[in-house]
């Protein structure tokens, strides 16, 4: 197991940026990968992106060109840059380290989130 801290959330005007980082209580090394999900009040949680041990990054087509994740084995970290925000980014947005199993990302271990809050 391994506890992730989230920070950098807040409240930010429609296209502005912001910049999640999570701090993990252990190395990342052998993390197989890592990701950030999104809850929206009302809706289900959404996998946002994830990274994988080899650097090798997915999203969801509703942040594709926007956000960008990245993580550094070395500071234990994986951050979300996220550019031209919109209302609808509007979410809690958690940290997790998981697991791939061919295209299929399962998380194991989640932090305890962090608000974003885009106004129009």
């Known amino acids: 197991q391994v506890q992730l801290v989230e920070s950098g959330g807040g409240l930010v005007q429609a296209g502005g940026s912001l910049r999640l980082s999570c701090a993990a209580s252990?190395?990342?090394?052998?993390?197989?990968?890592m990701g950030w999900y999104r809850q929206a009040p009302g809706k289900q949680r959404e996998l946002v992106a994830t990274?994988?041990?080899?650097?090798?990054?997915n999203y969801a087509d509703s942040v594709k060109g926007r956000f960008i994740i990245s993580r550094d084995n070395a500071k234990n970290t994986v951050d979300l840059q996220m550019n031209s925000l919109k209302p609808e980014d509007t979410a809690v947005y958690y940290c997790?380290?998981?697991?791939?199993?061919?295209?299929?990302?399962?998380?194991?271990?989640w932090g305890q989130g962090t608000q974003v809050t885009v106004s129009s």
């Open positions: 252990r190395s990342t090394f052998s993390i197989n990968a």
């Open positions: 990274c994988g041990s080899g650097g090798i990054t």
């Open positions: 997790n380290a998981g697991t791939y199993f061919g295209s299929y990302y399962r998380p194991n271990d």
